[in-house]
Structure formats: structure tokens, C-alpha cells
């Protein structure tokens, strides 16, 4: 039990231990656009993100294995102080601009795009999180791998932020599966709308599966943790011996551990929740300075 709670019904996909240096779901995302700036001969790969970006993490990553230059758009001041995930990034050879919060915000300007194509050409430039149609296609061998894994779990929950992973899970499993997402953000109303879009965009239509987003469970807000979601994921690691990031996964499984505590779900309904990675995020929380030794994959 964790915090009282029984919690033997929910296996964990781990895709933290997945896609080397970028593990969890970003290099399912990254694939597409991968292959398009390859295909077009395109050697460097432009895009957003904060100080702890797991996106920007990733594609530096990916770009130092795959021998593509990347140049990172930073949100945030000049002369703050650099994050441990942005020293990642320039070690592997990301080079980084950062710019102001107001010019962070014309990151979906089409103007501000041709701008960056110009200054960087040739270059791919992603959209912040890799959320396009790409992404939502890469996404799409995730459901195949849990239908690989747990054949038998109909349940599915996993962490949501732009939406894109949700998609193409959505769009490669079948009306017998029941999709969870678990908002990060809070008051991300226009979540069921993004996902609705990049669906359409993906495949030309909504998904067969029954999917649906919780946006209660965000604790504070985005990279926000309250006294709460801290408690579950210090006895969670203590017990399960699994590292969390508390952006998401945490927020996720929190999310779960309420709603079997409340008694809205049931035991005996098992649920399969996707750890989608994000670790290398854990360094800007203090408390969680000490990384729980990794126990066996659930």
C-alpha cells in the first residue's frame, strides 16, 4: 500500500527506460520530425522551451546521436542562471538563445517562424513540446507497445500536457480501450480542443477510443507541487523504489492514488498508467535531490 492505499491494480508502463539519452515519450514524438528533416536535408533542428524543458532535452539529445545541430529557443531572462537540463543541453551541443518572455510569446507567430527558418536555414523548426502532426504519428507506436505488454488492460491513464501524446495513443487503440489523460496545467480548457485538432490533422478523424482529460488534479499548476502530491511521491518512491518527476507522472499517479482512495475507481478494475519519462526534471526540485534506486519494470 502507498499512503494507505492499495495500489497492486495499477502496472506502470515505464517509458523512462526507453530512448537512451532522450527516454519517455519525446523520442516517440521526435521521430517524425526526425525522418522529415532528414528526408529533406535539413541538418539542424530548431525549437522552445524552458529552463527545464524535457522537449528541448530530448532534441538536444537526439541531435548529438543522430548528428543533427540544434539551436534551442529559451523562454526566460538573459542573465538567469543556467538550469542543470540547459548545461545538458549546450554539453551536447544545443545552442541556445534565450529571449525575452514577450518575444517567447510570437513562438506560434507565423512571421516570427520564416524569421527563425531564415536565421537558421537550413533547419526544421518544432513547434514547443513537438506537438504537430508528426508527434501525434510517433505517439501512435506507444499504443502498440502496451497492446504488446498488457493485452488484457483496457484502462489506460498517462500525463497530458500539450495533448499530442494523448492523440496518437487515441489514434492507434479501438473503442474497447478506455483513455485517461491527466492535465498538468491548470485551467487548460482548450486541451479537449487541441487533441481534437491534432487528431484531425494526424488521421482526418476523432479517435474510436473513449478518451476524456481530468483537469483537477494539476496541484497548484504547472511545475507547481502542493504539500500533498510531495507526501504521495516521497512514500511512492519508498515503496515502489520507481524515480517520478513531479511535472507529471507524479500528478498522474496522484491522480489514480485519490480516485481508489475516494473509492471512484475500484480495485478490481486494473489500470495501466505510462510513466512518460521527464527525470532529468527532478533536479530542480531540492527535495528530490536523491533519486530512489530504480526498481524492477512494472
Not at 543522430?66 to 531572462?77: E, K, P
Not at 542573465?79 to 506560434?108: I, T
Not at 507506436?141 to 496518437?168: D, K, N, Q, S
Not at 487515441?170 to 489523460?181: N, Q
Amino acid at each position: 500500500p502507498v499512503a494507505g492505499v492499495n495500489m497492486a491494480s495499477v502496472a506502470l508502463l515505464r517509458l523512462d527506460r526507453t530512448g537512451g539519452l532522450a527516454p519517455g515519450n519525446k523520442h516517440f514524438k521526435l521521430r517524425g520530425s526526425i525522418a522529415t528533416a532528414r528526408r529533406q536535408g535539413l541538418g539542424r533542428l530548431v525549437s522552445f522551451g524552458g529552463a527545464w524543458s524535457n522537449h528541448l532535452h530530448a532534441l538536444a539529445a537526439v541531435g548529438k546521436e543522430q548528428g543533427f545541430a540544434t539551436v534551442g529557443i529559451v523562454r526566460g531572462d538573459e542573465d538567469a542562471a543556467e538550469s542543470a537540463m540547459l548545461r545538458d543541453a549546450r554539453k551536447w551541443g544545443m545552442q541556445l538563445l534565450k529571449v525575452s518572455r514577450a518575444e517567447y510569446r510570437r513562438r506560434h507567430q507565423p512571421a516570427y517562424l520564416d524569421q527563425l527558418r531564415a536565421r537558421f536555414a537550413p533547419c526544421l523548426v518544432l513547434p514547443e513540446g513537438g506537438a504537430n502532426a508528426a508527434g501525434v504519428r510517433g505517439s501512435m507506436a506507444i499504443a502498440e507497445l502496451l497492446r504488446e505488454v498488457a493485452p488484457a488492460l483496457r484502462r489506460v491513464v498517462l500525463p497530458v500536457g500539450t495533448g499530442t501524446t494523448l492523440a496518437g495513443i487515441a489514434a492507434g487503440l479501438d473503442g474497447s480501450y478506455e483513455l485517461v489523460g491527466v492535465a498538468a496545467l491548470k485551467g487548460a480548457a482548450d486541451l479537449e480542443q487541441r487533441v481534437d485538432r491534432a487528431l484531425a490533422d494526424c488521421c482526418g478523424a476523432v479517435a474510436g477510443v473513449n478518451w476524456r482529460i481530468l483537469h483537477g488534479d494539476h496541484c497548484g499548476g504547472f511545475a507547481r507541487v502542493n504539500s500533498a502530491l510531495r507526501q504521495f511521491m516521497l512514500e511512492f518512491e519508498r515503496v515502489q523504489r520507481i524515480a517520478l518527476d513531479p511535472v507529471y507522472t507524479g500528478k498522474m499517479l496522484f491522480a489514480i492514488h485519490q480516485r481508489l482512495q475516494r473509492g471512484e475507481w475500484h480495485s478490481a478494475e486494473p489500470v495501466l498508467a505510462i510513466h512518460t519519462g521527464g527525470l532529468q526534471g527532478r533536479r530542480g526540485f531540492p527535495w528530490l535531490a536523491a533519486e530512489p534506486a530504480s526498481g524492477p519494470v512494472a
